[in-house]
């Protein structure tokens, strides 16, 4: 099938959704770190649009967009295990809240470089999309997948360890647990996935990378 | 199968592809008219989260957000013809498209609720975004699937349509002939398709209903 290749960044929460889905599934690969400050020739030839990690490249062919390389990754490897559900309307449903994690993303990170008035703006808007998650995504469930883990719940992955350190970071909490039950019961079974437990990000290195960049954000 | 409806509305690119999808695969279905300011209690239950158009319900189940209801109806009712790729490796450059298709779409969009010096900003930005459609995304392509019709080419459908009307409304030209040769081209074989011809859009009442949702949103 061909050499795979992942070009990431360790801090990036787009790359361990690529790094996770390849584990879960046993693919070989070799990981090339890229330094964003100085882009290797190498991804902005393979990703001229965006000049983006994470790229995935198979076989020489390169795939950017790390739900696009989820999608890619779960068509050609589709087996060991299924990653997404074989019911067509099962799908979905999962891409349904795929693009939602996608769109509303960006929103909660927008907490991250504000402060004062805005950020009890943006902090009220981001609890209302996490309990949409909670409450419409999640469910009763253990994971968004159902019995087990699949790219619904990569994509979501954002959620256990980067909006922790983001919390720490501000000095606020947007999932009590008292709130938000069931998240704190999926954040709990994700962490225990053992390709997860053997491969999270590195949060000590996180909660310092990510307070000097919201220093040079803010100032 | 089940019975196929789709919640639409007239002057919506959205509603649009998905009516093209299902006339492509030559699906019955029963079009449901939205008025967007009134909808139906049945939107409102099919599409809890954003309560929009277009929304396929098939068998009773809803599907909502346009492309993933066109992924779906490809993965449902697969042949006659194949609106994506057979291979994966070029099935995840259709799905990059796609997503460029969305995200900057809103980008040109913008265009249509400035004036004066902030819309030669955004007008600056949209060539720029055209631009990139037309060498990177289109080539030398017929169809940006190749030499037939597919979802791809759904996706960039408010190019032949809307963004003409836009352009009428507002007076100027995006998409010149001579800057633009092969999204010309394409936008001549695209509505040239035999579904597209029979079922356009309202052209004139397009105009009449933009020009006057500008007077809103500016005023």
Same mark, same amino acid.
């Given at each position: 099938m061909g050499e795979v290749n992942l070009h990431g960044e360790w801090s990036s929460p787009f790359s361990y959704r690529v790094i996770w889905a390849l584990k879960l599934k046993a693919i070989e690969f070799e990981y090339i770190e890229e330094d964003l400050s100085n882009k290797s020739p190498l991804l902005l030839q393979y990703n001229? @649009?965006? %000049? %983006? @990690?994470p790229v995935l490249v198979h076989g020489g062919k390169p795939i950017s967009e790390s739900m696009i390389i989820l999608e890619y990754i779960e068509e050609t490897? #589709? %087996?060991? #295990? $299924? /990653? $997404? #559900?074989?019911?067509s309307f099962e799908r979905a449903m999962a891409r349904f809240w795929i693009k939602f994690s996608e769109e509303k993303g960006p929103t909660i990170w927008k907490i991250f470089v504000t402060s004062g008035e805005e950020q009890e703006k943006v902090k009220n808007e981001s609890l209302e999309i996490l309990r949409t998650i909670e409450e419409k995504g999640l469910g009763e469930k253990k994971f968004f997948g159902g019995e087990n883990i699949d790219l619904l719940d990569l994509a979501f992955?954002?959620?256990?360890y980067w909006l922790g350190v983001i919390e720490e970071i501000l000095g606020l %909490? /947007? $999932?009590?647990a008292d709130k938000f039950p069931r998240l704190h019961a999926w954040i709990k079974n994700f962490k225990q996935v053992s390709i997860i437990k053997d491969n999270p990000p590195d949060r000590d290195r996180m909660l310092i990378h990510f307070s000097s960049l919201r220093e040079k954000l803010l100032h």
């Open positions: 001229p @649009i965006y %000049k %983006k @990690i490897w #589709p %087996k060991n #295990p $299924l /990653l $997404l #559900p074989s019911d992955g954002w959620m256990p %909490k /947007l $999932l009590e």
